[in-house]
């Protein structure tokens, strides 16, 4: 009988430190987890300040020509690409009289 309770207590302690290493690596892992997402907030924080610095730069250059220039810019338009679906026919205008020959 001696056998068998160091036996379940081999085991409870097994199981135990089976138990206490996974607990550590999900901590590890979730700290991990939590300092990624720090450096991407941190990240999006710079490439935002960046965004809008340069967007205020532009907007300063962009009056600056407008007061040098005198006239206002137009608003740039977007030029769209002309495809053809069909191909092109040529087409002949007639006369009365050609019109009533057959074509040739």
Same mark, same amino acid.
């Given at each position: 009988?001696?056998?068998?309770? @160091?036996? #379940?207590?081999?085991? *409870? +302690? !097994? /199981?135990?430190?089976?138990?206490?290493?996974?607990?550590?690596?999900? =901590?590890?892992?979730?700290?991990?987890?939590?300092?990624?997402?720090?450096?991407?907030?941190?990240?999006?924080?710079?490439?935002?300040?960046?965004?809008?610095?340069? @967007?205020? #730069?532009?907007?300063? *250059? +962009? !009056? /600056?020509?407008?007061?040098?220039?005198?006239?206002?810019?137009?608003? =740039?338009?977007?030029?769209?690409?002309?495809?053809?679906?069909?191909?092109?026919?040529?087409?002949?205008?007639?006369?009365?009289?050609?019109?009533?020959?057959?074509?040739?």
């Amino acid at each position: 009988m001696g056998d068998s309770s @160091e036996e #379940a207590r081999a085991k *409870a +302690e !097994a /199981k135990f430190q089976k138990q206490q290493q996974a607990d550590q690596q999900a =901590a590890a892992a979730k700290a991990e987890r939590e300092a990624q997402a720090r450096a991407v907030e941190v990240n999006t924080a710079r490439l935002k300040s960046l965004r809008l610095t340069k @967007e205020a #730069a532009d907007k300063e *250059a +962009e !009056a /600056k020509t407008e007061q040098t220039s005198g006239m206002t810019k137009a608003p =740039a338009t977007k030029k769209q690409a002309f495809t053809l679906t069909e191909p092109r026919r040529r087409v002949v205008l007639l006369d009365e009289s050609e019109r009533s020959r057959p074509p040739a």
